[in-house]
């Protein structure tokens, strides 16, 4: 597990933040057009990390496959701010190839900007071989990975039925046990995806049961609403009847 408190680089007004929260915008519509793929390209070879760090960004707003290749290799660069930036490249082009190096670097990376944006770049590939590594960093990182581990598991949607029974359990547990109210309702809100996917069975019924529960009984008000969000959302008849029934009775 790690210790957040060996993390210097991250703090407790933004290590909740977005994963794309320390990007800013190269540009803005009403601006010059996004980069020049043909310029950036080079870039991410420089031999300063300056100006791979700059060109990484670039493919957060550039979708070419021609990036992936040089963006996998600059997740082992050794300035983090490269390595966050090919992260956040590689969560905006998606390719089955980088899948195992994200993992790779996820599991060794000691930063934990890096981390947090290798778990949303995870999320957004899509992949079946992300469902794990997603689990683990849900049970065992620092809150801010925590906090997007729980919201890239829901993509397992995406995937199929046995994707979607695999990442229920990691994000019940976050959602009943995490000491973060954020992390919980990053869980409950995925939870609620996922439940859209699956029929009426054991693992639907337990996942509705535990959205339930934390609606009823978590002590953060944000949690509640964000579990109520998520049992509306599905439409599941005894979550709506309880829903119903506590609001008349004046619970909230």
Not at 25 to 32: D, I
Not at 122 to 148: E, K, Q
Not at 181 to 204: D, M, T
Request: contains cysteine.
């Amino acid at each position: 597990m790690y210790d957040e408190d060996d993390l210097s680089l991250l703090d407790a007004e933004v290590e909740l933040e977005s994963p794309l929260d320390k990007i800013e915008p190269l540009t803005t519509e009403s601006e010059v057009p996004k980069p020049d793929p043909e310029e950036m390209l080079p870039l991410l070879e420089h031999p300063q990390p300056q100006q791979r760090m700059l060109a990484a960004r670039a493919f957060c707003d550039i979708e070419d496959a021609r990036a992936t290749p040089h963006l996998i290799r600059l997740l082992t660069d050794t300035c983090p701010l490269v390595r966050v930036s090919a992260a956040y490249g590689l969560g905006r082009n998606p390719s089955p190839d980088a899948v195992e190096p994200l993992i790779n670097q996820l599991e060794r990376d000691w930063n934990g900007y890096v981390r947090k944006g290798v778990v949303w770049a995870l999320g957004n590939c899509r992949d079946r071989r992300c469902l794990a590594p997603l689990a683990n960093a849900l049970r065992t990182d620092i809150s801010a990975v925590r906090l997007w581990a729980a919201s890239s598991l829901a993509q397992m949607a995406q995937i199929g039925y046995e994707a979607v029974v695999g990442a229920i359990p990691p994000l019940i547990e976050a959602l009943v046990q995490d000491p973060v109210a954020p992390v919980r309702s990053n869980s409950a809100w995925a939870i609620g995806q996922l439940c859209r996917e699956l029929p009426s069975n054991i693992v639907y019924a337990t996942a509705i049961d535990a959205l339930i529960q934390a609606f009823a009984e978590d002590k953060d008000l944000g949690v509640r609403e964000d579990s109520k969000a998520a049992l509306l959302g599905v439409g599941d008849p005894r979550g709506l009847q309880l829903i119903e029934t506590l609001e008349q009775e004046g619970w909230f």
